[in-house]
Each structure stands twice: as C-alpha cells, then as structure tokens.
C-alpha cells in the first residue's frame, strides 16, 4: 500500500480517524448498537486514539448526505466494516471516499470483505481488508501505516502493495474473550438506540421496560453448518464467564438504565450446561432483567437430558429473566438436513419447543427453503414439523455467501459465475437470489405460500399472503397451543462437555453434485 504523507510519523492526538456505521435496514423500525463496531472503536479508545464517528444507521443519512460529508472532510484513516449482503452499497461507499479523499487509508472489515479481502481489493480502490476479528488487526495495521512500518507484519489483513498485487498475512490467532474490554456504548447516541425496541419485544412489555442493550456471550460458532456466513471459519467457539456476562449486564443496568438484553451472538449457549451456569449467576445476583438468546435445536437432546431435566433448566431460565429463545429448524427433511451438516434429529426441534413453552418462553424459529435437492414434498415436510410444534418460522431462502460450502457449490456448479456482479445483486434471506433447484422460482413460492397459508390458518395468526414470508419480527407468543410432553429418550448422564461437533469445512462434501442441476 502506497503510504500519503498526510500519515507520516503523525502522532496518535493528530492523527485523524473516522469510524462509519452503514444503515443496514433504512426505515427500520429497531435499531440496534452495532456490537462489532464498538469492540473495534472501545480498543481504540482505550489505547489513546481519538476519532469521529459517522453513525449512517441511527441517522439514517441518505447516501447524498454521506457523500457530500466525506467530500467535505478529510481523514487519515476510514474505517468501516458491514454483512456481505451490503457489499454493492460498501463498494460505493469505498470508491465514493478513495475519490474525495485519495491519500486516506481506507480499512474494511466484517464479512462484507473479511470472506473475499482479494476480491474485495480487486473491485474496489481500498486498501487493507481485515480479514479475522477486528480489534487488534485493525489497531495494528493503522500503527503500522502511521509509522511507516511494514503491513507484513500484521497479522490478519490483506492489503495492495505498490503494483498491485495483494499480499494477505497470517491468520490472528484468538485470544481469551474475556481479556477484551467492555465496550464503551458512550461512543455512540445510546439513548436514540435505545429509543428503537428490540425486535423480539412484544405487546405485553411495556414500552419503558424495552430499553434494549446488546451484550456478548460468546464468539463464534462450534458448529459448521454448510449455508451458514461463518468469517471466522477456523477460530475455535469461545464463550465468556457467567460472572463477566452478569458483570457487564449490570453495568449497562446502572449506566443505561437497560431493561432488556439481546444476547448478540451466533451461539448463546453451545451447550445445557452453559445457560444453566449463566442462570445460576443471574439469580445468585438476584440481577432482575429480560433477555433472549440464541441456541441449537438439540441444546438439551444433545446433552441427553430427560423431559424433567430440560424443564428443570429451562424454568432457571424463565426464572432467570428468559424472554425469548430463538433456534433453527432449517428443514424437517433428513436429506437435507445432512446436506446442512447440521448434525441434529429432526425429533429434537419438537422437544426443544416443548420445554421452552412449558417454562413460559417465547420461541422462534428459522426455515431455510433451495437446497439442491428441494421439492414440494421436501417443503412440506418442514412445514409438517412446524404443523406439529404449533410454531410460525421466519421463512428464508437458500443465499449461497462466500467461505460457505453452498457458495462453492454454487460456483462449481455453474450458478455463480461472476461473484462480484452476483455479490452486489443479493439482497436479503427472503429473497430467492440463485435457485440451485429443479423448480421454478414460481413453484418454489407456490409451495412455500401453500404451507405458510394453512399453518397461519390453524395457528389463527391472521397474516396475509402479503406477510407469510416477510412478516417483519412475526412473534410467536401469539401462539397459544398447548403441546403434548415428547415421548422420553433415555435418560443418560449428563455430558459435562456436550459440544462434539466441531466440523472442519473441508469435511462436508455433496455427493453426485451436477445431479442437483
């Protein structure tokens, strides 16, 4: 990378910094703190750098205004980092500030180029890519252009050297979780976020008892499902310690007066053991608050825990504040289950929502339509489940995103053949972006519609053809459905360690590949 001598040897005070916030949903009725962006700025912040933040999302600037500021600012360093479904918005954000501002060093992060830094570099002008956790990668590589040392000694990026060519280092390797600092929610508006409720509230919470703040369990994710964005492929799953998570809850309880916790995470709990000690925690402390979670299907199966026993821990977490628990089916069919890799019974998910609605919690669910080897039947199956659990899914379709297997699948296969036009036509999961099966787009929608019709009319959930698929936050303690107890599995010892899935994304290979075409 060309170094500007705006950056020589420029003290840390005098070096001038710009941090940016993409709106991911204009219009949008929640707003949440964007987690990953406050760790990055906290450790900045905490090692002496000052910077300026330009927060597009609770502003919701248009892209008229975010131009017009970057043409009429000048920094040293821009740095920005968004999901890969923004990548076309992302591209003209970087080429947009490379134009106004050319001597700056523009930094991106998170999925959007974490997945692809070579081909993010080579269709936009950026100039380094972070390609792992953002934290000390970042850091390091604005010390090293700062003072004018070597970017090969950072690990973790990917940067353009002079010619071109686009030299990527040596993965990071993760450090203990808890060893990164709380972050610092004074570095953004909290109380306008704050103003925007959480997306799994309901009607019976009053709308001052909603004050939402995001903290982190865990990073990561210790399984490897084959459609699922994972950035950080090969970092081992990492939770914190109940007495830091409670520490950090009650901190935001007295500073921000928070009444609601998103426990922003891929992976709340990857294990029965793991919620019940956080639980344990919260009610120890006698911490009064509501939170949500996300976790696997087979939490409990997994862990081989009786009907009893899962009730028992699923009551600590009502009891512990548990408002609402998310997980995902994916499908009821077997066949593609495996070709998820998402290594579960599909008699689990029945289970898993038994317990939860027993103890008093909301649940939702996830379904995820076009696998190759998809048809009507396949469709209906899913829906049987849900049929059978009394719950409404958040329906979404198949989108192949880089560092997955279906991606690469996609592109073997002939689906993707241009991943930068492909990258900037995706939109959103409830879109159908690329059908990799022997169905029309029409028919798979006939399908989905025809399920999504007769479970909203026996569940009496009054949504129209118009909401099936896209019901905005459709919560499910509208679901009153009394479920009968599971039959009982056999009640073995418990697994201190129950997380034994912990696939390598080389493993998972689909067999007779074209003949999903």
């Known amino acids: 990378m060309r170094k500007g001598k705006n950056l020589m040897q420029k003290s840390k005070k ?47 600037y248009d892209d008229a205004y975010v131009e017009n500021y970057i043409k009429n600012n000048n920094f040293d360093f821009v740095l920005i980092g968004t999901i890969v479904t923004h990548y076309k918005w992302i591209k003209w954000f970087v080429n947009m500030t490379k134009k106004h501002q050319p001597n700056s060093c523009v930094i991106t992060g998170n999925s959007v180029a974490g997945s692809i830094p070579e081909l993010f570099l080579n269709n936009t002008k950026g100039d380094i890519v972070v390609t792992g956790e953002g934290e000390i990668s970042a850091y390091e590589a604005v010390e090293a252009v700062r003072l004018e040392k070597d970017l090969k000694t950072v690990e973790g990026i990917s940067f353009r050297i002079d010619g071109g060519t686009i030299t990527t280092t ?15 929610w004074d570095l953004f508006d909290v109380e306008r976020y704050m103003a925007k409720p959480s997306s799994n509230a309901d009607k019976d919470i009053k709308p001052e008892d909603m004050r939402a703040m995001p903290v982190i369990t865990a990073r990561g994710c210790a399984f490897k499902c084959s459609f699922c964005h994972y950035v950080f492929w090969n970092d081992p799953y990492r939770n914190r310690s109940p007495k830091e998570i409670v520490d950090e809850i009650e901190h935001v309880q007295k500073k921000y007066n928070a009444k609601y916790i998103e426990f922003w995470d891929d992976l709340s709990f990857a294990s029965a053991i793991q919620a019940e ?60 289950l495996e070709m998820m890799n998402k290594k579960i019974d599909v008699d689990a998910f029945y289970t898993t929502v038994y317990v939860l609605r027993e103890a008093g919690i909301i649940v939702d669910t996830s379904v995820i339509f076009g696998y190759p080897t998809e048809t009507k039947e396949t469709i209906q199956e899913t829906f049987d489940q849900c049929f059978k659990a009394g719950i409404y899914p958040s329906i979404g379709f198949l989108l192949p995103l880089p560092y997955t297997v279906m991606y690469d699948y996609a592109k073997a296969n002939g689906f993707i053949t241009d991943e930068d036009k492909y990258l900037e036509s995706i939109t959103e999961r409830q879109d159908i972006c690329v059908n990799m099966t022997k169905m029309t787009d029409e028919e798979i929608m006939s399908a989905i519609k025809d399920g999504a019709k007769k479970l909203n009319e026996v569940l009496e959930l009054g949504l129209n053809e118009d909401t099936y698929i896209k019901s905005k936050g459709f919560q499910n303690s509208k679901v009153k459905k009394k479920l009968k107890p599971p039959l009982e599995t056999d009640n073995m010892e418990r697994i201190e360690n129950d997380v034994t899935f912990n696939y390598s994304r080389s493993e998972f290979k689909f067999e007779n590949d074209t003949a999903c075409r």
């Open 14 to 60: 005098d070096t001038k910094l710009l941090f940016v916030n993409p709106c991911l949903r204009p219009g949008g009725f929640t707003k949440l703190l964007p987690v990953g962006l406050g760790s990055v700025m906290t450790y900045f912040h905490e090692n002496d750098y000052e910077f300026t933040l330009l927060d597009i999302d609770i502003n919701e």
């Open 170 to 184: 040596e993965n990071r390797k993760v450090g203990n979780i808890n060893d990164f600092p709380m972050i610092n």
């Open 277 to 336: 000690k956080l639980c344990d925690e919260l009610i120890s402390r006698n911490v009064k608050v509501k939170w949500n979670c996300a976790i696997r299907v087979d939490l409990f199966t997994r862990a081989r825990l009786s009907i009893d026993d899962s009730l028992r821990v699923t009551k600590k977490m009502k009891e512990s504040g548990c408002y609402q628990c998310g997980f995902s089916l994916e499908s009821g069919n077997k066949q593609i």
